[in-house]
Each structure stands twice: as structure tokens, then as C-alpha cells.
């Protein structure tokens, strides 16, 4: 079979903030991609604005290097960066199937973590080679050998008894952000002795097969990605599995729904570092982008028209979260925001289906909302996000797990939950997690002071739990949690222990009125913020919710006080983020969202008609 020498495909994948996009940097400046003295932005590949306000990847993207072989040949490097967070997992899934091997980053403290198993597991699956490579050798806390054996222990537990071949493995220890590797395994917290990357790409070559393909066989090329150009319109990003393509070419287009239709290419573009360069032809193991079909969709296949031969389509984990999604129907709605109706809404949230593989949206009783199911809360946050700042107002609800009915029992998500804390705060994480059903799996003392501790706890008890945690721990501990499996349903769980400080009226903020109300609890508006009848202006410090007047003014008498007025000493209010404000939801709040505010409230918005539902539910 003829193989292609002058190209390598290779993802790389690792849990979140591993140093993948870091690498990327890295290899793109070695390669000759920038010129020198070129101002680049460091993680160049984080293109998002939201990607970079939260330091995170959340698209599965591509760039392409060209590199000297040992041999004096030059061979293209096509790299896919993936996201490292659980929630994303579709795009990892997706661009796994655009490689022939794959790069597993982990980070020389850490060590693995859920998310390291998460796309390890995605790679094992698809029989893809893998390169190990333990980065940040240099971090001053670094246990590199501990972190080797720990990352051959996953493969253990991962592999079936037949597999065993895979565990040989070449180890690359890397300093991504100096831009150092090396085969040599060198002292903790001390650089790799290469000066560059040189052994990792010579493990590339060396590990990675090149592509193969079969000699006069039929045209086949997987759509596994799409893109937009002001100019051209749609682009679907290829991976050439067979044959080759060409600009203007006619191809059969091979549809999900499983009809055929025959389109003409107006343009093809190949990668070249981060530009898209047209180019006249392209061949098997190539990564392309085309332009020329709308309407085409991720997992469908460009094939020959005389003789048409579909790939499979691409499949994703199902979703394990949703919530829902709606038209703004608070008495503030339309004061911020431009795209306001339920048409407008529903057409965002398909154009969200085209391009994103691991999202559902279903329908509800209610013709202006919507239950868009997804991999996690981030996920679904980072969606209203994007849609607020396109000026949408929206009415989203509590974030609810998945669940299915298997053998005729109902059955929930459950994940798999690792935390890093201080020796101090062991005991107060497993009271916390005892209240959420956790189930221990695995505890280890690292003998620095930390422990890591390893539960698999229902999604639905994660819901929130963040906020707590991070109190609780003083903002030192550390949590990850990835989708493990399905199990019967675990009971209730105790929710938020505080109640909500509900506005009983319209107006405006008052110091005068804040002043008292800061007693009850924490207020999360400051004086001059307009509320309205039924929004959260606070969490209660009781258990049960109380109706307040945030607008309350204080009278004025013609007679004198003896004191004078003293200044009234306010606590700055707590302003919520979109997260933080879904992870305060209960089940009877929602989250009104604006391009300039974000605010919780009731769903049912009058304090009569919430007691006459109260009273009704007691009374059965």
C-alpha cells in the first residue's frame, strides 16, 4: 500500500491547562511559521475572545508546520489543538478522527487527571499510536518519574489484557514553554538538556505513521470540522481519506440523512502555520478546507459521482446536562439587548447545531423555549455567553442532569471527580461530598502536604458545588471531573442550604435600604440597580427565601436628630458571573441574561402567585 512520507497527522490532547496550545507556540516558532522579530500572540491558537478571557481552548482547531527530517526531506506537520475541558469533549472526539496518532501531554506535578483518561480512553479506542510527553519538567514541585509511572498505571487500567503491546510507548520530557524536549529524563524542576524540540519531532516521524492510501481508488473525504470566510461563505475542513480533490471539482456530496447530491468546489485551501492559502489539488492524508456546499454538516463525505461511497458519520458521547433556553420574559426585557424574539432565538440555537456535534435542542410545552442539552454547565455557559454578547436577551434555566431509563429503572450521569487539597481541608471535602452521595475510590498522599483524592459522585450533585468548595478550602483546593457512566438513580440529595433575598416591588436600589438588608445575608445588587418584583437581590443566611423592599427611602421629619445622620457603612455587593450564577440557581430560579447584566429571579415572578403554588404542593 503506498504511503505518503511527507506528511505526519498527529493530535495533541491533555487535560485542561497542560500546556497543549503552550507546545503548539513552540512548534510553530521552530518551524520557521513566524519570522523573527514577528509580533505574535502567545497561545496563538486560542483565537476566541472568550478562549482567552478564560485561558482555556474550547474549539478543536488546526495549523500545519513544515519541518526538516532527519533524511533532509521536508515533511508537513498537520497538528490539532483540542480543548483539555470535559465539556468539550465532542470537539476532542472530532479532531481524533482527522489524525493517525496522537501526542498525550501531562503535566510533571499533576500528573493524570480526569480528563488525561477521558480522551487517553477516546485515543486507545481508535487504535491511534500515542507519544507520551510530560511537560513543565521545570516547575520547581516537578516528580517526574512518580508522574511516569502513574501515567503507565492508566494505561493498565484502561487497556484490555490483549493490548498490552501499547504500553511501549516512547516518553518525551518537555519545558513547552522554553521550547526544549528530550528523550533523557531529567532532574525535577531542572530544564531538558536539548536546546529545542528536535527529539519530539524525530519521535513524531518515528512513531506517527504517515498516511497510507490505496492506489486509483475512489474519492473519500470526511467533513470533521466547519469554518466560516466573509468571502467564501461555508467552509467544511476535510480530512482526504482516498483519492484526491481539486478547485472546481465535481463531487458527490454525501449526506446525513442518506441522499446524494452532486456540487461543484469553488475553492479548496490547504493549511499553511495559520493561514488558509488556495490550493490547485490536494491528496490522501491531506487536511483540506472547501467552499462551494451551504448546507453541508459535520460527518458527511465528498466522494467520487460515478461511483458515490459514504464514510460512517461521526459519533459523540451523548449529552449528560441541560437547561433550558428562552426568550427574556422579565419586565426589563428589551432595554439592553437588539435580538429579542423567539425566531430569532431558535435560529441561533440551530446554527449552534451545524457546527457543534456534542449539543441537542429539543422542544417544550412553551413555544418561546427551548431544553438544549449538552457535555456540561460550562459548556452551556460558554453558549449563553457567546449569544449575549451577540446582543441576545435570554431566560435560562437551572442547569439538570440527562437521565435514561435502562431495564426499566431510571438511571443518572455519574463522574468521575478528583480533587487536589491541603492536609487541613481533607475532612471538611469529605463531609461535602458524603452530603452529595460521593463514593470513595482512591486517596493518595503525595508527602508534600497535598492529597489527592479520587470519588465518583452523581453529576447532579456537582451542580453548584463549585462555589462551595472553593469556600470551603479557602480558594486552595483544586477539582476536575469528567463523564464516567450511568448508574441507577442515587436519591435525594440536600440542596443549596441558604434561601434567596427576593425584591417584593419595582424601583431602584436604595443605600438607605441596602444598609439593613445586609444583615439578612449577601446582597449581590448596590445602590441605583433597577429590580423588579420577584429578582434575587441576595442569598438569605437562613434556609427558607424572604421577600424584601431593596428600594425602601428613608423619611424625612423636620426634626432634628440628635447624632446627625452617620455614614452608612455598605459591603460591596457580590457581583455573579454567568457560572456562578447558574451554580446559585435553584430549582424554582432562572437566570435573566442581558448584553449588560446578569440577573437571577423566580420563574414565577409575583409573591401571591409563588405562595398559592407553595401552599398547593403542601396541601398535595
Known amino acids: 500500500m503506498p504511503i505518503r512520507h511527507d506528511l505526519r497527522n498527529v493530535a495533541i490532547v491533555a487535560h485542561v491547562d497542560h500546556g497543549k496550545t503552550t507546545l503548539v507556540d513552540a512548534m510553530l516558532w521552530q518551524s520557521g511559521a513566524f519570522r523573527v522579530g514577528q509580533d505574535v500572540e502567545?497561545?496563538?491558537?486560542?483565537?476566541?475572545?472568550?478562549?482567552?478571557?478564560?485561558?482555556?481552548?474550547?474549539?478543536?482547531?488546526?495549523?500545519a508546520v513544515k519541518h526538516t527530517a532527519p533524511d533532509?526531506?521536508?515533511?508537513?506537520?498537520?497538528?490539532?489543538?483540542?480543548?483539555?475541558?470535559?465539556?468539550?469533549?465532542?470537539?476532542?472526539?472530532?479532531?481524533?478522527?482527522?489524525?493517525?496518532?496522537?501526542?498525550?501531554?501531562?503535566?510533571?506535578?499533576?500528573?493524570?487527571?480526569?480528563?488525561?483518561?477521558?480522551?487517553?480512553?477516546?485515543?486507545?479506542?481508535?487504535?491511534?499510536?500515542?507519544?507520551?510527553?510530560?511537560?513543565?519538567?521545570?516547575?520547581?514541585?516537578?516528580?517526574?518519574?512518580?508522574?511516569?509511572?502513574?501515567?503507565?498505571?492508566?494505561?493498565?487500567?484502561?487497556?484490555?489484557?490483549?493490548?498490552?503491546?501499547?504500553?511501549?510507548?516512547?516518553?518525551?520530557?518537555a519545558s513547552a514553554k522554553a521550547g526544549r524536549a528530550s528523550m533523557e529524563q531529567p532532574e525535577n524542576g531542572t530544564m531538558p538538556d536539548s536546546p529545542d524540540l528536535e527529539p519530539l519531532f524525530a519521535a513524531i516521524y518515528d512513531h506517527i505513521p504517515a498516511p497510507s492510501y490505496t492506489e486509483g481508488a475512489v474519492l473519500q473525504a470526511h467533513v470533521t470540522n466547519l469554518d466560516a470566510s466573509p468571502y467564501l461563505g461555508r467552509l467544511a475542513l476535510c480530512r482526504i481519506i482516498e483519492g484526491n480533490l481539486k478547485r472546481n471539482q465535481a463531487v458527490a456530496w454525501c449526506r446525513a440523512d442518506g441522499s446524494i447530491r452532486t456540487v461543484k468546489l469553488s475553492e479548496l485551501l490547504m493549511t499553511n502555520a495559520l493561514e488558509r492559502e488556495p490550493a490547485e489539488s490536494a491528496g490522501p492524508g491531506d487536511i483540506?478546507?472547501?467552499?462551494?456546499?451551504?448546507?453541508?454538516?459535520?460527518?458527511?463525505?465528498?466522494?467520487?459521482?460515478?461511483?458515490?461511497?459514504?464514510l460512517p458519520l461521526i459519533t459523540v458521547d451523548e449529552p449528560s446536562i441541560s437547561m433550558t433556553i428562552g426568550i427574556n420574559t422579565s419586565p426589563l426585557s428589551g432595554k439592553s439587548g437588539k435580538n429579542l424574539t423567539a425566531r430569532l432565538v431558535k435560529a441561533r440555537l440551530d446554527q449552534e447545531l451545524i457546527g457543534n456535534v456534542s449539543i441537542r435542542v429539543l422542544n417544550t410545552d412553551r413555544p418561546d423555549t427551548w431544553e438544549v442539552q449538552g457535555r456540561g454547565e460550562l459548556q452551556l455557559a460558554i453558549l449563553v455567553e457567546m449569544m449575549r454578547r451577540e446582543s441576545f436577551?435570554?431566560?435560562?434555566?437551572?442547569?439538570?442532569?440527562?437521565?435514561?431509563?435502562?431495564?426499566?429503572?431510571?438511571?443518572?450521569?455519574?463522574?468521575?471527580?478528583?480533587?487536589?487539597?491541603?492536609?487541613?481541608?481533607?475532612?471538611?471535602?469529605?463531609?461535602?461530598?458524603?452530603?452529595?452521595?460521593?463514593?470513595?475510590?482512591?486517596?493518595?498522599?503525595?508527602?508534600?502536604?497535598?492529597?489527592?483524592?479520587?470519588?465518583?459522585?452523581?453529576?447532579?450533585?456537582?451542580?453548584?458545588?463549585?462555589?462551595?468548595?472553593?469556600?470551603?478550602?479557602?480558594?486552595?483546593?483544586?477539582?476536575?471531573?469528567?463523564?464516567?457512566?450511568?448508574?441507577?438513580?442515587?436519591?435525594?440529595?440536600?440542596?443549596?442550604?441558604?434561601?434567596?433575598?427576593?425584591?417584593?416591588?419595582?424601583?431602584?436600589?436604595?443605600?438607605?435600604?441596602?444598609?439593613?438588608?445586609?444583615?439578612?445575608?449577601?446582597?449581590?445588587?448596590?445602590?441605583?440597580?433597577?429590580?423588579?418584583?420577584?429578582?434575587?437581590?441576595?442569598?438569605?443566611?437562613?434556609?427558607?427565601?424572604?421577600?424584601?423592599?431593596?428600594?425602601?427611602?428613608?423619611?424625612?421629619?423636620?426634626?432634628?436628630?440628635?447624632?446627625?445622620?452617620?455614614?452608612?457603612?455598605?459591603?460591596?455587593p457580590k457581583l455573579m458571573s454567568m457560572e456562578q450564577a447558574l451554580e446559585f440557581c435553584r430549582g424554582d430560579e432562572c437566570i435573566e441574561v442581558t448584553p449588560n447584566a446578569v440577573r437571577i429571579r423566580k420563574v414565577i415572578l409575583s409573591a401571591n402567585d409563588r405562595s398559592k403554588v407553595r401552599s398547593r404542593a403542601k396541601h398535595g
Open 288 to 310: 483540506v478546507a472547501i467552499a462551494g456546499i451551504p448546507d453541508i454538516t459535520i460527518g458527511e463525505t465528498l466522494s467520487d459521482p460515478e461511483n458515490p461511497k459514504p
Open 42 to 63: 502567545k497561545r496563538v491558537m486560542d483565537s476566541m475572545d472568550l478562549e482567552r478571557e478564560k485561558g482555556i481552548t474550547i474549539l478543536a482547531k488546526n495549523t
Open 393 to 572: 436577551e435570554l431566560t435560562v434555566g437551572k442547569p439538570q442532569v440527562v437521565t435514561r431509563e435502562i431495564d426499566g429503572k431510571i438511571h443518572e450521569p455519574v463522574e468521575r471527580l478528583t480533587i487536589d487539597v491541603p492536609e487541613d481541608f481533607v475532612g471538611v471535602v469529605t463531609q461535602l461530598m458524603g452530603l452529595r452521595k460521593g463514593r470513595l475510590e482512591q486517596m493518595v498522599n503525595h508527602g508534600t502536604g497535598w492529597v489527592r483524592i479520587e470519588y465518583v459522585v452523581p453529576a447532579r450533585g456537582l451542580i453548584g458545588f463549585r462555589t462551595e468548595f472553593l469556600t470551603e478550602t479557602r480558594g486552595t483546593g483544586l477539582m476536575h471531573h469528567v463523564f464516567e457512566a450511568y448508574e441507577p438513580w442515587h436519591g435525594d440529595l440536600r440542596t443549596r442550604p441558604t434561601g434567596s433575598l427576593v425584591a417584593d416591588r419595582k424601583g431602584a436600589v436604595t443605600s438607605y435600604a441596602s444598609f439593613s438588608l445586609q444583615e439578612r445575608g449577601t446582597l449581590f445588587v448596590g445602590p441605583g440597580t433597577e429590580v423588579y418584583e420577584g429578582m434575587i437581590v441576595g442569598e438569605n443566611a437562613r434556609a427558607d427565601d424572604m421577600d424584601v423592599n431593596p428600594t425602601r427611602e428613608k423619611k424625612l421629619t423636620n426634626v432634628r436628630s440628635s447624632t446627625g445622620d452617620e455614614l452608612e457603612r455598605l459591603i460591596p
Open 72 to 173: 533532509g526531506s521536508t515533511v508537513t506537520v498537520n497538528i490539532i489543538d483540542t480543548p483539555g475541558h470535559a465539556d468539550f469533549g465532542g470537539e476532542v472526539e472530532r479532531g481524533l478522527e482527522m489524525v493517525d496518532g496522537v501526542l498525550l501531554l501531562v503535566d510533571a506535578s499533576e500528573g493524570p487527571l480526569p480528563q488525561t483518561r477521558f480522551v487517553l480512553r477516546k485515543a486507545l479506542a481508535k487504535k491511534l499510536p500515542i507519544i507520551v510527553v510530560v511537560n513543565k519538567v521545570d516547575r520547581s514541585d516537578a516528580r517526574i518519574a512518580e508522574v511516569v509511572e502513574e501515567t503507565y498505571e492508566l494505561f493498565l487500567d484502561l487497556l484490555e489484557d490483549d493490548e498490552t503491546d501499547v504500553l511501549d510507548f516512547p516518553v518525551i520530557y
